[in-house]
């Protein structure tokens, strides 16, 4: 059964970076786009950046310039570099692999930026 683990959340202070996680498992992890996305209370799950399994990234512009995504497929993980975090990126935050129709969650990680 596919697996999509998450770490690497917490609490940390408007400024500071957090360096987010994925490992897959019981997939062929390089041929899917993977994805983070997140979800704030009270509001609807976002895309917050997503790469191929050809490497193109695409990030939403709300974290352009201070996220990053990256992916080693030989550990089957893929990454969320958070930088210079804001309060408003405060949310659970979700992996996500998918391929040809079939999408893939993981159980998701918080998040809380405190100003």
């Known amino acids: 059964q596919v697996q999509l683990v998450e770490s690497g959340g917490g609490l940390v202070q408007a400024g500071e970076s957090l360096r987010l996680s994925c490992a897959a498992s019981?997939?062929?992890?390089?041929?899917?786009?993977m994805g983070w996305y997140r979800q704030a209370p009270g509001k609807q799950r976002e895309l917050v950046a997503s790469?191929?399994?050809?490497?193109?990234?695409n990030y939403a512009d709300s974290v352009k310039g201070r996220f990053t995504i990256s992916r080693d497929n030989a550990k089957n993980t893929v990454y969320l570099q958070m930088n210079s975090l804001k309060p408003e990126d405060t949310a659970i935050y979700y992996c996500?692999?998918?391929?040809?129709?079939?999408?893939?969650w993981g159980q998701g990680t918080q998040v809380t930026v405190s100003s």
């Open positions: 790469i191929t399994s050809g490497g193109r990234t």
């Open positions: 996500n692999a998918a391929f040809r129709g079939v999408s893939r």
């Open positions: 019981e997939i062929t992890f390089s041929i899917y786009t």
